[in-house]
């Protein structure tokens, strides 16, 4: 990548990179949103501006905006033909427009700046003006931006989501179960399920939340409830193998990476003992040694097995099992058949053929592990575990008659953390008299904490992150306790741990050097996983990958344990850009990536064995660069059956350009992809769906970009061709750059960085914030992206956020009168 | 594991753990007979009317749904064949309109529209998140005139995995295609589509060993912790700003209806024993997940829990891919079938697949007795979507049928042909009329639909 210039990204229009005559223009660029505007003269508040201020605005703007919207935008939008329903004369009026129009200007910038506008077929903007219109256009913005109050928006009250509510009872009362797998999904809103306008309270969940605070309680209290013994069958996907195939010769000798091996993730209620029997199915060659298999749990090698075929080879209903130990939670196991060639008549060719001399016309290939079933538990450890006893009393668990004083303590420790501040004593005399009173009742002190437990549980104080409003006027700062919970529900998706809370107790939260440490600390910690599965997960949608359909008698490869080692790449590869504080641009252009056996016969490098994932240097040949190359991404953005440029593109505009198309205009029927590589090539399908100039505005822009990715099929795999026609996978920005193959598009989308920070600038603030970013944002987003050009690295962009006023602040209800629906 | 024959199997399903903790939970919402067989207890009274409507996604291969006859000798096309065994309690409705599905100006977004608005008769705003909008629709109207009256106001069922990520739609919030039961305009009802969950939701988890003390003084605990958690929120609410007060309220509401179903499940007596063995979580096969959904809502109404229902049998826009019955390709793509015959063909037998899955659900109806009929004779149900053709997105001539006979109000062995321009929303306050329930007005509707 080429040197960055400090300061030169922040507001560098896209026309400047594209028309290199115009750089001498980029020192007019140095503004950003807080530096002084280049203009001195327009330093005043935007409301009532000096008349001389305003004069001067009026200049520039009658030199340079008007004139080129009048030459350049005017044949479609204009009062008479208001294409888009824009009329860009009622705007050309004066500067002031500007200021009552902003959502308007600032669409005509993006469309300036990204080049979509005017479209491909009208002359292109002389380069000099396109550069003065946007640079002018910037700098008034960040003018107004700068004078005007802060605003950093309302932040709704936001509901735990499922993954929060399962982490903040781990963290409060070390209980692991995920209870938040039974309640309903949890909506989403702009692109993160973590939004609070959308996190509504539906009778159900009310129900669910009653249940699982006593589940949560009682299993945190007196350990797990001893379960009966039951049973659950996994049945995989399973496809009917190609039997014509030639017999490897290379083949990978745990047999994890073959297509007849099972792979599944159970997750176990408690630590128990459990049964996992493997039922098998298809044939063996007459005279094979037996099948010799094995039982894998998290990736080890735990149990081995024979099984021998009935006298006509046949394997279906034969089963192998065994028991063993196992902690709860979730853990991945698998079943391969180890050294499939081994013991085979010499006639497959296998390393280690046995002596027969039968040859019978069954390929090694028709038999498989169909499925799983999973019977327990068995010698359950009962009671409740040394992380639920650390958590509840802080010491050991109280031994004979407790003092009310020793009450009081343990609850008022326990709803400190579970509501995230201090609490009153009126509070913790609420909670101790539950105590008290199932204590009068007859029962243990136990039962009566579990009540107080589940009493703090289905607390809207628990529930909800509830943050007061200031009074209507000025956005305040947080208090430091709901700073540290915005903090923590955004790098970890949980609960303040006992050091956060402390400094919040203690007022230390109040520089932003305090609060860098904590989050440099946070950053490092375990829990910043949750930033990769529920951050990562959704925007680069590797989270859908578990519900992608893929149409696997068409892609044999994609095996259940090729999509879990999809997934564990880019969640592998996120956490690494976390550990190690590596460049953001990392995300666009990595030259490595993190592959496990399977993954590099899948990509194609050699040299990596066994199911550990480990970082591994991308190779040329490999045609892989960054995330946009990543199997996991390559699959979300493609249909079950084949690639679909449009959604590949579109995904790129959307998470990479900062860019996202708009939606398809009214009755205009979807791309039709049927016929695609079966009479014509995907290519020209689509150029005949680009000669409709309705489809030709957003198609022109996605197509080309996809079309870099088309060497990569439906499931992330290389290939040469598409049906019958060779791969063409020339395309294009929709700036007019072009580029072959997928290397050369992201070569071409990082040189220009200003478009990838303020992307990932934008989405880590949504997710931060839980709520849609508006116009109003858009300043917070250029100068979060503005701090990377001097300091790309991922902490940096992380700080970033956190700084931002809308992080910082508490904004006042917006007034009654804003459109919000109102309960029925 | 598939659930086949006249009758329900007992004991059929798979005892599974899986994810499952066998904790009695929420036994406070079960009667304190449960357990013991017991006869549903309504006998005396007159058996009530139930309410169900079945959506289907993606729009119809229309050619092959819509009878050319009308009135009462017409002949079923070959995706309504499979109703033939229930003719006599169907009513083929053509021409019916869903008019807030179409753009009004908001361009794409057809697919979600059309989710949100079939039951609302709403236009759902544009939004990608904050300040979601459609209206009520038709299944709440009635739960919350008529909902309280059996323990559950009413049931939203769906079977896709809504861990969906992102948009949805053009710009509309995924609430919108996950939900067609909207409780108020702000408001969508996530659909249950775990069976599992369905089922502990309907029969709770009884656990024998439990005493009916015990149990009798965990309601009360429950009942003691609801009512002080909201008092709490109530003083919370009197703090905070309008935005916020209105989450806060809608705390509130929930809590409140969870206290007041606590103290009815005190009153109720006992439903009859569910004769099944608690699912074990999401069958793999599609087939065997919506006969199960089906069946827990067929029980759902034998015993009396509830007598509203919706359920989706997939979201607006599904890309699901049914490689079972030979169709590997995606639903949506697939159904922008632009006239080729080949993907009308394939779409056919989506319709079809979805069409014989609701006949099993008639079937369940029909051998279930109730008094001196069938629960097929005390139902109406609902089967349509708010697309017909979706290669253009049309939102008019929708597929629509109605079977069962309403107790008695509702004639079947019909094909009707509507008005030009009738809202779907008039045949729902029809509907709505025979169980019983006011409603002058819903979404667009222009009146009821005589009918």
Known sequence: MPPLRPGTLLLVPLALLLFPGCESHSAANGSSVQTAPAMAATTAPAAQPPSAAVAARDVGFAHTIRPFITDNCFDCHDAATQKADLNLEALAGDAQSVVRQREKWELVYDKLRHGEMPPKDQPRPDAGQLGATTRWLAGEFDRQDASAPPSVGHVAVRRLNRSEYDNTVRDLLGVDFHPGDDFPPDDSGYGFDNNGDVLSLSPLLMEKYLKAAEKVARTAVFGVEPLKPSSYTHQPWYIDFDTTKAVKQDYDETGLSMPYALHVMHRFPVEADYDLTSIHRGFMPVGADPCHLGLWIDGKLVHEGYLTARYDGEMNGLYDKFRVHLTAGEHWIAVSILKIYDGLPPAYGGPHPNQSKERVGKSPTEHFVSNLVVTGPYDQVTGPTAASVAKLYRGQPPQGAVTPARVREIVSDLAHRAYRRPVTAAEVDELAGFVARVQREGDSFEEGLCLAIERMLISSNFLFRLERDPAPGAPRPLDPHELATRLSYFLWSSMPDDELLRAADEGRLSTPAAVETQVRRMLQDPRAFALVENFGGQWLQFRALESHTVERKAFQGYTDYTRMSMQRETEEFFRYIIREDRSVFDFVDADYTFLNERLADYYGIPGVKGTEFRKVALPPESHRQGVITQASVLTVSSYANRTSPVIRGKWILENILNAPPPPPPPNVPSLKEEEIGVSKSMREQLEAHRANPVCASCHARMDPLGFGLENFDAVGAWREKIGTFPVDATGSLPDGRTFTGPVQLVSTLKVDKSDFAECIADKLLTYALGRGLTFADRGAVRHISSQLSADDRFSRLVLAVVNTPQFQLRAPAPSPAAPVASAP | ?451
Not at chain 2, 178 to 197: F, H, K, M, V, Y
């Open chain 2, 1 to 451: 594991m598939i659930l086949t024959g006249k009758h329900l199997s007992r004991r059929h399903f798979l005892r599974g753990v899986g994810t499952v903790i066998a904790l009695p939970v929420l036994d406070s919402m079960i009667p304190a007979g449960f357990g013991q067989v017991a006869k549903a207890a309504t006998a005396a009274a007159k058996a009530p009317t139930r309410l169900s409507f079945v959506y289907v996604p993606n729009g119809i291969v229309m050619n092959n749904w819509t009878p050319a006859a009308e009135g009462a000798d017409f002949v079923l096309p070959s995706i309504l064949q499979l109703l033939a065994p229930y003719r006599s309690q169907a009513t083929v409705i053509s021409g019916l309109i869903n008019h807030q599905a179409n753009a009004l100006g908001d361009g794409g977004g057809d697919h979600a529209r059309a989710g949100a608005s079939f039951l609302t008769g709403s236009h759902p705003k544009k939004t990608g998140g904050s300040d979601i909008h459609a209206g009520i629709s038709a299944d709440q109207v009635a739960a919350q005139q008529i909902g309280g009256a059996t323990r559950l106001p009413s049931l939203e069922i769906g079977l896709d995995d809504n861990r969906v990520v992102g948009h949805c739609d053009s710009g509309y919030s995924c609430a919108y295609t996950n939900s067609i039961s909207w409780r108020g305009p702000a408001t969508p009802l996530p659909p249950e589509s775990n069976p599992r969950l369905l089922f502990e939701r309907l029969f709770g988890d009884f656990d024998p060993s439990v005493s009916a003390e015990t149990r009798a003084r965990r309601a009360n605990d429950r009942k003691s912790i609801l009512d002080s958690a909201r008092e709490e929120a109530g003083r919370l609410a009197r703090d905070v700003g309008a935005a916020d007060r209105r989450k806060l309220d809608e705390y509130l509401t929930t809590v409140r209806e969870i206290e007041q179903r606590i103290e009815l499940a005190e009153k109720s007596p006992a439903p009859a024993d569910p004769g099944i063995d608690k699912p074990s979580g999401i069958p793999s096969d599609f087939g065997e997940h919506a006969r199960l959904l089906y069946d827990l809502q067929a029980l759902a109404f034998q015993a009396d829990l509830t007598r509203i229902a919706t359920m989706v049998i997939g979201r607006e826009g599904s890309v699901r891919t049914y490689e079972e019955i030979g169709v590997p390709d995606p639903h949506h793509p697939l159904s922008h079938h632009r006239g080729r015959a080949e993907a009308l063909e394939k779409l056919t037998k989506i319709n079809t697949y979805h069409m014989q899955l609701f006949a099993h659900f008639l079937e369940r109806l029909r051998t279930m007795k109730e008094g001196d009929g069938t629960l097929l004779d005390r139902s109406m149900v609902l089967y349509g979507c708010g697309i017909s053709d979706s290669d253009r997105h049309i939102h008019e001539n929708l597929p629509v049928v109605v079977a069962g006979g309403g107790n008695g109000t509702f004639a079947g062995n019909r094909h009707v042909r509507v008005k030009e321009n009738t809202p779907v929303t008039n045949l729902y306050l029809s509907l709505l009329d025979r169980m019983g329930v006011r409603a002058d007005v819903l979404g667009d509707s222009t009146g009821k639909l005589e009918i």
